[in-house]
């Protein structure tokens, strides 16, 4: 048996029985076979859930990139580490071998020890889906300073928001981006970022789209010709277990975005761990996950928990749509991939179009199909198994969060019998509660509630940058030294778990995490607008979409409220990016609150989806009225 890849139903049971009965020693016998370390740890675990202090491995030291390449050379040199797809299927794709990805890695970490970045500084990457991506990433991993991803689809005050809260010195973009048959003018955006930064000192471009771009003097320099003066050979910093490792930003459902900090050993020990079991990768296979490195599922499995294997993992830079439909299928083909992990917003938006976009291309490489970042609806997932997976390729349906750092709850393919919209069992080491409202733990079968982690796990975030009390409150104050999730999820007959939604104000939208507060903000913002609420409602392809209740200023006729739709659109972009745009917006003359002046989301939850057939007491409302008016307003 062992602990670090397990191949069938029985041995999943035994390994988790043993990874709660000894967590300790469950994780320190993967940490000792699987990995290579500098100096081994003085202590595996210490713990406290109500400081909040965690620290795994405490005294080992490494660096994750020896883990991720290193290591890799002596046997499998030419093995190709990173495939890169690019936007247009026309343009030749690229193969980056590992003995080739340690010397682009290594060339990168010197340009960035020659620009002054030293271990611990933080550094901001704002890059589409090339390869400068993922090596940048391991470049900063190299020489211990701290990355912190943002998505290229925010906006130049989103970008600004997020590099003034690590106050990093560096960012590194490109001249622009290609999205389908767009391009994105990305350095334009970070200029205008810059506008708002303080700590800025230098500016990486990488040339991508060949656009004419400004330059400014003393703080911008193009990219290749430094890599290229650069020294391929780089010594790996030497890490402390939990020296951080990167910063990654998500929506909380409040204020500011969170910046999760994660660290190393870890982190890399808990990726690696479950990228392995979770996809049952073998050492030939072609590994695809169609997530943005922008978000924790590229960090997790296209960058770190692939490499840490060995894996051979493939980027792809453009869209589901462009050129058509089946651009997906038609990469798989090429490439033989054979696990694929995608999100079910994507699914459902291949669904709609028509078969001929799958059935046209050869699947059958396919071994293993994954979906992330929320619910799969039942017809999502069948329309996945059958027609991608040809009811022959186990769905694993994969619940976690950025916060968790990898997965949580899943099948294990070829082990744990599927079930549709069922995340199934918790993998080895972690050990879930199901919560009620008073705080006490629900026991048994078919049961639901909140769901919370009441053990420590080894790639969980360490704190929030800047605000560990925030952490607290956030994580580990809703229930009794437990981590809570933010989901509620129930547990059926046989206690396989279905993660049923967020239960605090966070909505996924096409699989992205919003915070309704923000986005409130910013509609606040247009001079017209008195205030405003923010709620989700079901849809088709994005899962859920944004419904807003505004409240103008004045009533008056004078202003077209069709153009006042386009303008507060036109704000969120702007401060937040296009992702947050509202579907519906919905001028209103108050609205529900409480006598203590909350708004009552739940009632305007309701009746943006249509489901106003029990709206609950609203005899707590101070204004019980405007309920009524707010539903014969509604789109
Ligand atoms: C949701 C993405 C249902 C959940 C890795 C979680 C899911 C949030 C699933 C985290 C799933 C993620 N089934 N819901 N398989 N996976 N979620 O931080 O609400 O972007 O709390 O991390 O996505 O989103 P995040």
């Not at 955006?189 to 303080?198: F, P, Y």
Request: charged share 25%; with cysteine; aromatic share 10%.
């Amino acid at each position: 048996m062992s602990n670090y890849h397990i191949k069938g139903l029985e041995e999943y049971f035994n390994v988790y029985r043993k990874s709660v009965r000894y967590p300790e020693k469950f994780w320190e016998e993967i940490a000792e076979e699987h990995f290579v370390w500098r100096k081994k740890w003085n202590n595996v675990l210490s713990w406290d859930f109500e400081k909040p202090a965690i620290k795994w491995f405490e005294g080992a030291q490494l660096n994750i990139t020896e883990n991720c390449i290193d290591r890799h050379l002596l046997t499998n040199a030419n093995k190709t580490a990173i495939i890169f797809e690019p936007n247009d299927p026309k343009e030749a794709a690229e193969h980056i071998s590992y003995g080739e990805l340690s010397k682009r890695v290594n060339a990168f970490a010197n340009v960035l020890k020659a620009q002054g970045i030293q271990k611990g500084d933080r550094v901001c990457i704002y890059l589409p889906m090339i390869p400068e991506l993922a090596i940048s990433v391991l470049a900063c991993a190299r020489i211990g300073a701290v990355h912190s991803v943002v998505f290229a689809g925010f906006s130049s005050s989103a970008l600004a928001t997020r590099i003034n809260d690590s106050s990093c010195k560096m960012v590194i973009t490109s001249d622009g981006s290609y999205r389908g048959a767009k391009t994105i003018d990305l350095k334009g955006i970070v200029d205008e970022a810059l506008n708002d930064c303080t700590t800025i000192e230098s500016v990486l471009v990488a040339k991508r789209i060949h656009s004419d771009i400004s330059m400014q003097e003393g703080r911008d320099q193009w990219l290749q010709p430094l890599l290229d003066a650069a020294s391929t050979v780089c010594e790996a910093e030497t890490m402390d277990a939990e020296d951080p490792l990167f910063i990654l930003y998500t929506s909380g459902s409040t204020g500011m975005p969170k910046g999760m900090v994660h660290t190393t050993a870890g982190y890399m020990v808990g990726t690696a761990f479950t990228f392995k079991n979770v996809f049952q990768y073998r050492n030939d296979d072609v590994y695809w996950c169609t997530a943005d490195i922008g978000w924790i599922t590229g960090h997790s499995y296209i960058v770190y928990g692939p490499l840490a294997n060995g894996a051979t993992t493939l980027m792809f830079e453009g869209v589901p749509s462009y050129p058509d439909f089946g651009r997906f299928w038609e990469v798989v083909e090429k490439h033989k991939v054979n696990q694929f992990y995608t999100a079910p917003t994507a699914i459902r938006a291949l669904a709609k179009e028509n078969l001929d976009f799958v059935e046209k291309y050869d699947l059958s490489s396919l071994k293993v199909l994954g979906s992330v970042g929320e619910p799969i609806n039942e017809e999502a997932w069948h329309w996945y198994n059958d027609n991608v997976g040809k009811k022959k390729s186990p769905i694993v349906d994969t619940w976690w969060q950025t916060e968790t750092g990898g997965i949580m709850i899943s099948p294990i393919p070829f082990a744990t019998p599927t079930k549709p919209t069922y995340a199934t069992l918790p993998l080895p080491g972690i050990q879930p509660a199901l919560m009620d409202e008073n705080g006490n733990e629900i026991k048994g079968n078919q049961v639901d509630g909140r769901l919370c982690i009441k053990f420590p796990w080894p790639s969980m975030a360490r704190t929030i940058w800047g605000n560990h009390q925030r952490y607290k409150e956030t994580y580990f104050s809703a229930f009794e030294n437990k981590y809570f999730t933010g989901d509620g999820a129930l547990r059926d007959e046989v206690g396989y778990y279905r993660i049923t939604g967020r239960v605090d104000d966070v909505i996924i939208v096409s699989g992205h995490n919003l915070g309704t507060a923000p986005i409130e903000d910013a509609v606040n913002e247009h001079p017209a607008v008195a205030e405003s609420a923010i709620v989700g409602f079901p849809h088709d392809i994005k899962g859920n979409a944004l419904y807003g209740y505004v409240i103008l200023k004045e009533t008056g006729e004078g202003r077209k409220h069709e153009n006042l739709r386009k303008e507060i659109n036109q704000i969120i972009t702007e401060h937040i990016g296009p992702i947050a745009k509202l579907d519906k917006i919905q001028f209103t003359v108050g609205l529900p609150k409480t006598r203590s002046g909350k708004i009552m989301r739940r009632i305007l939850r309701k009746i943006a989806g249509k489901d106003t057939s029990n709206l609950g007491d609203t005899s707590t409302l101070l204004n019980p009225e405007v309920v009524e008016e707010i539903m014969k307003g509604a789109l």
